[in-house]
């Protein structure tokens, strides 16, 4: 299974709203990560985990909370959205530092 | 920190012609270089990698060339077909970090 899934495709939600973004990988990768993606624009890395613990935090909100509660799910939880934060929320997963990328379909976010 | 540009945002072809795509670079320590596909409505894919120690690799009808010493590379793509429609990202990393930055994109359109 050479796969990243991710749940939903599309979220609406408004900004008083709680939701949460999935991620699964079942290739046996240790490193995992969440990308923000805007139209025409590159991904930006949000977080990055490794052998399940937080690697990277690029400054992102504290309205994003992400967690990985095994070696295959990574989780964003999503609280108080600014309309702003409506962009495609790309997870990515690699066997380790250094190594190709595979990312899902991501989920299409739009904050009201 | 670490900026990585594309030449051109766009870059027209006709099918059956060979297509060039360029990014640059700014940090010389950088030494891990992916090359991704992005189809609309989807994730990046990956499409070839090269480390700092190659100067060129070639895929089914991909290359890529490195340049360090001007810091470039450059993704070509043989015998263009309508399905490489697409954004392609070049996107940078090195030994020790996890972090990959990506370029700000080529949008690739093959004519008929």
């Known amino acids: 299974d050479t796969e990243v899934t991710q749940t939903p495709k599309h979220l609406v939600m408004g900004m008083t709203n709680k939701k949460s973004l999935k991620c699964e990988q079942h290739?046996?990768?240790?490193?995992m990560y969440w990308y923000k993606q805007k139209a025409k624009k590159p991904p930006e890395l949000m977080f990055v985990y490794s052998y399940e613990k937080l690697s990277i935090n690029e400054s992102v909100p504290s309205r994003f909370s992400p967690e990985c509660p095994n070696s295959s799910l990574l989780n964003l939880h999503l609280h108080a959205l600014q309309p702003e934060d409506s962009a495609l929320y790309l997870c990515a997963s690699s066997q380790r530092a250094y190594n190709e990328q595979f990312f899902g379909p991501g989920t299409r976010l739009t904050v009201l | 920190g670490e900026s990585v540009g594309l030449h051109l945002p766009t870059l027209s072809v006709q099918e059956g012609d060979n297509s060039i795509i360029n990014c640059a670079y700014s940090n010389s320590a950088s030494d891990y270089f992916i090359w991704y596909k992005q189809e609309s409505g989807k994730g990046p894919q990956f499409i070839i990698d090269i480390r700092s120690n190659m100067d060129k690799r070639q895929g089914q009808r991909v290359t890529v060339l490195l340049n360090k010493t001007v810091k470039h590379l450059s993704l070509q793509i043989a015998a263009t077909q309508p399905g490489d429609s697409a954004v392609y990202f070049c996107?940078?990393?090195?030994?020790?970090?996890?972090?990959?930055?990506f370029g700000t994109g080529t949008r690739l359109k093959v004519l008929a």
């Open positions: 290739m046996g990768h240790r490193a």
């Open positions: 996107a940078v990393s090195r030994a020790g970090t996890y972090k990959y930055i």
